[in-house]
């Protein structure tokens, strides 16, 4: 669909995705907001979450065929190896026809800020999971 | 005369291409598909275990040549939701009357959407669901409810798959364990041969007439799900006006002014 070559792309941003993250920057401390930039066909998300105790860098891409395709998130603070945890600490966040509305992307009502807030509720299981050995989420199905 | 804009051209997707290709009044078939026919592929498929590793579409394209020689088959192997195609498919999708999509992954059904509405043109869609028990079949217009919409109103929440072992996070690369429950070629054919007859009703503008978007039918009982076989349901689903993809939100520009807005958005949210 090309996010940034279609004007199907470039209107889905303009008028769904910047505006969310423009409404989640509002009033939050700078280091904590979105930072938004071009890679190629790619629209990469910059920002830091505090699910706890700790901060953690993290980046989610928008690919060229996003919305359709879901925004692929990881964490660049160094975790420990865990579950739901992919290559590149890229996290295991969506699945396709899950039975669990929020573990199945939905172009028609998820914006990319809904991404970042699937990320933070991932965290905080990899925080709990991180102290007792059990992810308190179960598995998508 | 007709242009039918198709893809997939799987075991249910051939079953939709066959029958409408029969069809008088269509003089032309586009399809897309990007597979190679396999070894597991024969038991629900047309064709012979001889033709394993050859393209779908070849395969396909042959054999509704041999059906209608006189038919215009462009068959092509990629990937619809390829952007480096989008141009290319935008310009086929934009030359046909009535598009068909018969694939089963949700990426494709978007892109397609995108692609048929971008056009402004009607489209139609069937859906086997796991293990054969029933399927839907979906009508789109132009000015109507987009794939969204749909999949966000039903919502996907019938739970008839067998819970999924979990994933091997240690080795990500490892085979992933299939939990959907195929279904049978009886019932892809069924669901299919459902699609072809509304897509043919839609040619024919028939389906103007119809009181519904969404029919399902069912071909089992199963307990908790669907309380009898053989039956069918009728869903008129609406345009959904928070729909993020097909909703009329208005965009703060047009034209090349939409890329000065772009470029405008990025540098007030980008890193300095």
Redesign the interface.
């Known amino acids: 669909m090309g996010l940034l070559d279609t004007e199907f792309g470039k209107r889905r941003l303009l008028s769904v995705e910047v505006p969310a993250i423009e409404k989640y920057n509002e009033g939050r401390d700078a280091e904590f907001k979105i930072f938004l930039n071009r890679v190629g066909g790619t629209l990469v998300l910059s920002y830091l979450l505090k699910p706890c105790h700790n901060i953690y860098r993290l980046e989610t891409r928008l690919l060229s065929s996003y919305p359709t395709v879901p925004p692929e998130t990881r964490v660049l603070t160094p975790l420990k190896h865990c579950p739901h945890l992919l290559e590149g600490q890229t996290m295991c966040l969506w699945r396709q026809g899950s039975t669990r509305a929020v573990s199945r992307w939905d172009p028609a009502k998820f914006t990319c800020v809904f991404a970042l807030q699937a990320a933070w509720r991932w965290l905080v299981c990899y925080e709990i999971w991180h102290d007792t050995g059990e992810w308190p989420l179960p598995e998508a199905k | 005369m007709a242009h039918i804009f198709q893809v997939g051209a799987g075991s249910g997707g051939i079953v939709v291409l066959d029958a409408v290709a029969r069809d008088e009044r269509v003089d032309r078939i586009t399809l897309i598909e990007p597979d190679v026919y396999a070894p597991h592929n024969v038991h629900r498929h047309l064709f012979p275990l001889s033709a394993a590793g050859r393209m779908k579409a070849d395969l396909a394209a042959e054999w509704i040549k041999g059906l209608r020689p006189e038919l215009k088959v462009d068959a092509i192997q990629a990937d619809l939701?390829d952007?480096a195609l989008?141009s290319m498919l935008h310009a086929l999708a934009a030359e046909c009357d009535l598009g068909v999509c018969a694939v089963d992954?949700?990426?494709a059904k978007?892109?397609f959407d995108?692609l048929m509405r971008?056009v402004g043109k009607p489209w139609t869609l069937g859906e086997v669901l796991s293990g054969g028990i029933g399927g839907w079949i979906h009508r789109f217009a132009a000015d109507g409810p987009?794939y969204?919409?749909v999949?966000?109103h039903l919502?996907?929440?019938?739970?008839e798959?067998p819970?999924?072992p979990?994933?091997d996070?240690?080795n990500?690369?490892a085979a992933i364990a299939e939990t959907r429950i195929p279904a049978s070629k009886a019932s892809i054919s069924t669901i299919a041969s459902l699609q072809a007859v509304m897509t043919l009703d839609v040619l024919a503008n028939d389906a103007t007439n119809l009181d519904f978007t969404s029919l399902l039918f069912t071909l089992a009982r199963v307990p908790g799900v669907f309380e009898d076989a053989y039956r069918s349901y009728r869903f008129r689903i609406a345009k959904?006006a928070?729909?993020?993809?097909?909703s009329s939100?208005?965009?703060?520009?047009a034209g090349e002014d939409?890329?000065v807005?772009?470029d405008q958005?990025?540098a007030?949210?980008?890193?300095e």
């Open positions: 939701t952007p989008h992954n949700e990426a978007f892109a995108s971008g987009c969204g919409c999949a966000s919502q996907r929440t019938v739970a798959e819970s999924a979990a994933p996070y240690a990500p690369q959904s928070a729909c993020l993809i097909c939100i208005p965009a703060p520009a939409l890329d807005a772009l958005a990025l007030r949210l980008g890193h």
